[in-house]
Structure formats: C-alpha cells, structure tokens
C-alpha cells in the first residue's frame, strides 16, 4: 500500500540526514557525491535516501551528460506548511489568549496583598 503523499513526506522528513541533503539542496543543485561529502557514511547508503526523498517528491534527479544533479522540489514542503497552518492558526490563539489572561491578572490587584 502507498502511502499518501503527506506521510511520504512527513516520513522522508523524519530522518536527520535527509533534512541534512535537503538543507544543502536549498542551496541549490548538487551530485550524489557533492551530497555524500559532510556524512560518514557511504555512496550506497546515500543513494537509497536520496530514493527516499525522491519517492516523496521532495528531490528530482536531472541528466547533465554522466552528471545526475539532485534538486529540491518545494511543492511537498509547501503541502506539509499547508496541513501545519491550521495547527499554527490554534496555538496563535492559545497564546493570544494566554497573553490576555496574563494581561489582566498583572493588571488586578491581587487579594490580601496590602497596597
């Protein structure tokens, strides 16, 4: 069973090394080599985030002569923001209310102190 496009993401996402390679991608394209530099692990282990990433939409491999440059592909970030805004939307209100009530309780007199 495939799994939706969102837990592809969120599954893709959940891995270190994975956010690692797409942060370096926000930079721009990059080789499985280029990518592979900072970690110590191999070009196979690599390669099968880099399967990961690109099951979940989040990478695609271009063709250059030999070069298979790997670039960032926002739409499943942007979809995951999306899903996250009505999250984001409710702890903005917890807060506001929350600074409200702070608010006011600074503002009254508290009982049995002298004033």
């Not at 721009?28 to 191999?42: D, H, K, M, Q, R």
């Amino acid at each position: 069973m495939t799994p939706d496009p969102l837990s592809a993401t969120l599954s893709a996402l959940a891995d270190p090394t994975r956010r690692a390679i797409l942060a370096r991608l926000s930079q721009g394209e990059a080789t499985v080599n280029e990518l592979a530099e900072p970690f110590e692990i191999s070009l196979p282990s690599i390669s099968r985030h880099l399967k990961v990433l690109e099951g979940a939409g989040l990478i695609t491999r271009g063709r250059h002569a030999q070069w298979r440059p790997c670039k960032l592909e926002t739409k499943p970030l942007k979809e995951v923001d999306g899903w996250l805004e009505r999250y984001r939307k409710f702890w903005t209100g917890s807060f506001d209310r929350m600074d409200t009530l702070l608010a006011e309780i600074t503002k009254a007199p508290a009982k049995g102190r002298k004033q």
